[in-house]
Each structure stands twice: as structure tokens, then as C-alpha cells.
């Protein structure tokens, strides 16, 4: 008796498994469903269902985490990313995004130091993702540690050279940092990436503030170093030189055109970061070609009329501004 009794017992367990394993399999089934067809709400309590009966399947924690963070619930998201990355067994692409998004989510939240170990963890991981570098850069940004953030900056810039919002990132951590030939040339680039994005405006305020000597308020190394010193004299002898043109676009052209040259002779003589005099070099090349005019119409045209209706009327000096430009800064 007592070894039939075994028998049924072992039975009815095998198959209550049976049963939940197979609920399981249905509530995940149905979760994976709607998570592709990108319904992440519906998702939500699927997931949260199937992890209800097997808590350690990493892959669907983390469509889980995703969904939160797609539909807006950051701290939920939080919690769940975190317990992801907490796994011995989480797939590496899946450790990489999660540190990723985890880094976003943190900074998101004003959790600056979180966001900065995050970002350094993915790219750990995935050290030639731009974004990481891109999302790090953020970071330090953001909490004010300026120097690191253009380092991060930089590093997004030469594994995608034509990353806007990496070049807008690296344009802005060097204003604060006083470097204003930097922060210009950065702004130029950014402005031709982008002559009527939604940040062209902003960009363009800055560069007039550049070129009219203003320096950004509160920002850090004003004195600077003897590099930085220098490079900023040169743009404001150069700024100072071009005239009074009645002309917003000739004054412009005038000013920057005085400007790349000059900066591209201190930076050359002292041997300036790698990063910068490449793109000195750059400018101060095209400074000197018939393009020129053309690079200016183009990434003032959001702010000025004249300059935009040039713009739409040349058409073919764009195209082959544009090539000219592609070919050198590889973007």
C-alpha cells in the first residue's frame, strides 16, 4: 500500500510540473507574441506571469525590463535590468544592452555615478559601440565633469564620424571648458550634419556668442592653459578683423573664413590633440576653396532667409560642397 501510495504521489507531481511547466510555456508563448508586435503593455503581465512560475529565464526578464522602459515605468525598469545584469548566466548581448539601458535609465533618473559605471560596463563589453561612448558622454556631461565627457565624446566621434548628437555633445563640453576654437569648429560640423534640426537654432546662438567673445557663464577653465590661451586669441583677433559687413552671411563668411586659418596655424605649431587639429585642418582647407561660401549659406540657412533661399537655388555648388566635405571628415 505504502508503495502505491509513492507511486501516486510521484505521479500527481510529475504532473502538476507537467501542468505549470506547460502554463509557462504559454504564458511566455503569448508574452514573445505581443512583445513583437511591439504591444510592451499587453506583454508586461505575460512576462510577469511566465516568471511567476520560472524566475530564472533571463531572456524573458529582460523583454520584461524592456517593456517597462519602452512604456515608461523607469523605476519598474530599473529593478528588473538590475537583476538581469545579476545573473551568472545572462547571454553577453544581453548583459551589454541591459548595462546600456540601465546607464540611460540612471541618468534619466539623476543617478549620475550609476549611469557613469553603467555605461562603463557595457562598454567593457562592447567597446566599439558609439552609442556607449555617446551615452557615457551624457554622463559625465551632466554631472559636470566636463573634461571626461569630451574624452567620451571623441571616442563616439571616430567610431561614427557623423554622429550629430555626438558632435553637438563635444561642441557644448568644450565651450564649458572655455576651449572655444574647438567649440566652434564642433558647431560648424554640427550645423552642416544638421542645418534645420531641432537643435540648429541653439547651435547657431552659440556660435554668435563664440564669435562675438562671449564666453559661456560658469564655465570652467577661463584662464585655461597656454594651448587653449592661445587658440582663443586667435579666434578673437580673427572674429575682431573680418569687417562690418552689412551682411549677415558676408560677415559670417569673413569671420569664419579668418578664423579657420588662424586656428589651424596655432593648433599645427603646438601640436594640438590629434582629434582637433584634424578638424582644423579640415576647415582651414576649406577655407581656402570656392566651396566655402557654400559651407556657410548652408549651416546658417535655419537662421537667416537670404541664406536659405541661396541654398535652394544652388542646389549643384551643395552637392559638391557636400562630397568635398564627405570625403575628408569620412562622413
Sequence with gaps: MDRIKQVLGLMLGLFIAFGATAQDGNHLAEANTLYDSRNYLAAIEKYRAALALDTGNVGARYKLAFSL????????????FEQVVKQERTPQHLLSSSYSLLGGLYDKTGAAAKAIESYQKALALDPNNHLLSYGLGLAYFRSHQYSKAEQAAIKSLQLSPGHAASMRLYALVTFHQNKRAPALLALCNFLWLEPKGAFAAESWNNMQSILKGGVLK????????????ALNQALNNAASTAGNQAARTKLVQEQLRGIFRAVTEVAEKRNADPFFLSKAKTFGALSKTDHFPTFVNYIIQHSDKTAAAWVA????????????IKE????
Excluded: F, Y
Design 328 to 331: 575628408r571628415l569620412g562622413q
Design 69 to 80: 522602459h519602452t512604456v515608461g515605468k523607469s523605476k519598474e525598469a530599473i529593478s528588473e
Design 218 to 229: 560658469g564655465a570652467s577653465g577661463v584662464k585655461g592653459d597656454s594651448e587653449t590661451v
Design 313 to 324: 537655388s544652388h542646389p549643384q555648388q551643395v552637392v559638391q560642397m557636400n562630397a568635398w
